[in-house]
């Protein structure tokens, strides 16, 4: 990525100040800035090649936002607005009582979840919690290419969904038709914009920034083309859900232990 020093401390000083992850970003995100100017495999990529699959595990995401963080640094999503390539719900399931047996859930995701969370209802109250991060599906049917109507949001062969931001026209239509609230209004580009798997990354053998950024593992990216890659045994050997499966857009974000609250 292309950030002057200028640019570069000014983002930082925002997450240092604002993020209690903060500090602990700044740092990988330097050493990927010059993994990226020393890929392996610049100039040649060939798309054709790749199939690209994106795998979370709930039952390991602690909710630190690092991933989130470090993905408004790497793309230059604004800090100082409510828009995300990528961010983390909490969810929490209240204690119910014998008589009633129902269920009350509490989902938040306060910032993304770039600044963590906080415990706001006491733990004696709650019966279960967990976090679950959010990003753009991929999908293989995607609804937001199918609502364009001047082409530019479209699908790459390597399973990649991106906007052409020469020819999008910011109507927004596509941010309305998906369903997984995965896109947002670029106010600086007057276009749609969204997650890209950092394709500007996984073009050059890296990982998006979200998945070098977990410090669990809970984030894993590979080549479903591949069958040794860590993504397919992953989807061979695991229990895998999707989010909205019943809306048949076939999404490539892939899911290890989904709770049934999860919308």
């Not at 100017?37 to 699959?53: A, L």
């Not at 591949?226 to 809306?247: A, F, Q, T």
Request: aromatic residues 10%; neutral net charge; contains cysteine.
């Amino acid at each position: 990525m292309n950030l002057s020093r200028r640019e570069f401390t000014k983002i930082g000083c925002k997450i240092i100040i604002g993020a209690t992850a903060g500090a602990a970003i700044v740092e990988p995100f330097i050493i990927n800035t010059v993994a990226a100017e020393n890929s392996p495999v610049q100039g040649g990529y060939n798309w054709e090649e790749h199939f690209w699959g994106y795998v979370v595990d709930t039952r390991k995401c602690i909710g630190c936002g690092r991933c989130a963080n470090a993905c408004k640094l790497e793309n230059k999503v604004p800090f100082d607005e409510e828009v995300y390539r990528t961010w983390i719900e909490r969810y929490r399931v209240k204690k119910t009582s014998l008589e009633t047996r129902e269920e009350e859930v509490v989902i938040d995701s306060p910032d993304g979840g770039i600044e963590g969370f906080e415990d706001d209802i006491p733990a004696e109250e709650i019966k279960k919690a967990f976090f679950v991060p959010k990003i753009c599906n991929h999908c293989d049917n995607p609804p937001c290419v199918q609502v364009c109507p001047v082409g530019a949001t479209y699908t790459t062969k390597d399973g990649v969904v991106l906007v052409d931001y020469e020819y999008c026209i910011g109507c927004r239509y596509c941010i309305q038709g998906c369903p997984y609230g995965a896109r947002y209004f670029n106010t600086e580009k007057g276009t749609a914009d969204k997650c890209t798997w950092c394709y500007h990354r996984i073009t050059k053998g890296l990982l998006p920034a979200c998945v070098q950024a977990c410090p669990t593992g809970a984030r894993k990216f590979g080549d479903m083309k591949d069958k040794n890659s860590e993504v397919n045994k992953i989807i061979d050997e695991e229990r895998i859900n999707l989010l909205k499966p019943d809306l048949g857009t076939k999404p490539k974000v892939f899911y290890i232990g989904l709770d049934r609250e999860v919308r």
